[in-house]
T-cell receptor, first 112, second 112 residues
Framework: DAKTTQPTSMDCAEGRAANLPCNHSTISGNEYVYWYRQIHSQGPQYIIH???NNETNEMASLIITEDRKSSTLILPHATLRDTAVYYCIVSAPSGGYQKVTFGTGTKLQVIP | EAGVAQSPRYKIIEKRQSVAFWCNPI?????LYWYQQILGQGPKLLIQFQNNGVVDDSQLPKDRFSAERLKGVDSTLKIQPAKLEDSAVYLC??????????FGPGTRLTVL
């Protein structure tokens, strides 16, 4: 699996957009970009994933650069409940299965 | 829809003792994962099942850890004997498609 690089921590004001960057310069053509988050004392929660195109769901938007070497997760209106560790993961299907390897993520603090 | 269930939520044991964790995945999810999360780190995959077969156990310390999923539904993870460095949160996850994983709340193990 390709390695990802994320900032260790970020702050965001409540109500503002939170933009979490991720570098994955060695990503392969068949590798997806996944985002999970982990709120304190809970298990990780899936947010979104994409291959080439930008994706949006009820939680967030995922912007992937044209060369696929980096991506940004956007939380459009951050709330205090969005305070969590956010993991960016790249992974390709292998033998019909997907292996997800977590790094240390970005700790997002939403400030009132 | 009921989520992934795990028990116990907390366990304290002394080194060299044995311990077992139980996981019941979301109904219909064929893929089940066990992760170990040491404080300050991202989750590390220990073992992955597809139905009752093992897909990946490359990071499972097989001299002391074992896992089974006999009927392709619930699963148990056992540590025998436990070491101090096994202190961690043990997370179970399940997946229908292999793309999105749903995590349980985890079991926090303290080895004294």
């Amino acid at each position: 699996d390709a390695k990802t690089t994320q900032p260790t921590s970020m702050d965001c004001a409540e109500g503002r957009a939170a933009n979490l960057p991720c570098n994955h310069s060695t990503i392969s053509g068949n590798e997806y970009v996944y985002w999970y988050r982990q709120i304190h004392s809970q298990g990780p929660q899936y947010i979104i994933h994409g291959l080439k195109n930008n994706e949006t769901n009820e939680m967030a938007s995922l912007i992937i650069t044209e060369d696929r070497k980096s991506s940004t997760l956007i939380l459009p209106h951050a709330t205090l409940r969005d305070t969590a560790v956010y993991y960016c993961i790249v992974s390709a299907p292998s033998g019909g299965y997907q292996k997800v390897t977590f790094g240390t993520g970005t700790k997002l603090q939403v400030i009132p | 829809e009921a989520g992934v269930a795990q028990s116990p939520r907390y366990k304290i044991i002394e080194k060299r003792q044995s311990v077992a964790f139980w996981c019941n995945p979301i109904s219909g999810h064929a893929t089940l994962y066990w992760y170990q999360q040491i404080l300050g780190q991202g989750p590390k995959l220990l073992i992955q099942f597809q139905n009752n077969g093992v897909v990946d156990d490359s990071q499972l310390p097989k001299d002391r850890f074992s896992a089974e999923r006999l009927k392709g539904v619930d699963s148990t993870l056992k540590i025998q004997p436990a070491k101090l460095e096994d202190s961690a949160v043990y997370l179970c996850a399940s997946s229908l498609s292999g793309l999105e994983q749903f995590f349980g709340p985890g079991t926090r193990l303290t080895v004294l």
